[in-house]
């Protein structure tokens, strides 16, 4: 169905957005941050990276801004899923090139709509 990459340092949200996606038909791969999200990009080569803003190390919002940046990863979606969603931090991801925010705590079906929607993937 589709590859996504779920990044959050929250194994318990990491958790919560797998089995979701998964129960859906999608492959689904995790990170634990930006930089491992980086590392890891390229060898699972997702459709569409969900990413927390918060985490250790480098947020979500740097590591859109470098995967939009990487001619490599440009092409991926990306959802930000935050409980932070803060005017100027939505604005500022938009301008970084982010395709979709979601606000903590989520609805599973608002987040299984978005995430087809990117991926390109109908209804079943």
């Not at 985490?55 to 932070?84: F, N, Y």
Request: aromatic fraction near 4%; charged fraction near 25%; charge should be negative.
């Amino acid at each position: 169905m589709g590859r996504v990459l779920v990044v959050d340092d929250s194994a318990v949200i990491r958790q919560l957005i797998s089995v979701n996606l998964e129960l859906e038909g999608f492959e689904v791969f995790t990170a634990v941050d930006g930089l491992d999200c980086l590392e890891r990009v390229l060898e699972v080569d997702p459709q569409v990276i969900t990413l927390d803003v918060i985490m250790p190390r480098l947020d979500g919002l740097r590591t859109a801004a470098r995967l939009r940046s990487d001619p490599r990863t440009a092409h991926v979606k990306i959802v930000i899923i935050t409980a932070c969603a803060q005017d100027t931090e939505v604005q500022r991801g938009f301008e970084i090139g982010v395709d979709a925010y979601l606000t903590k705590p989520f609805d599973p079906a608002e987040l299984i709509r978005t995430v087809r929607e990117l991926a390109g993937v109908g209804n079943p």
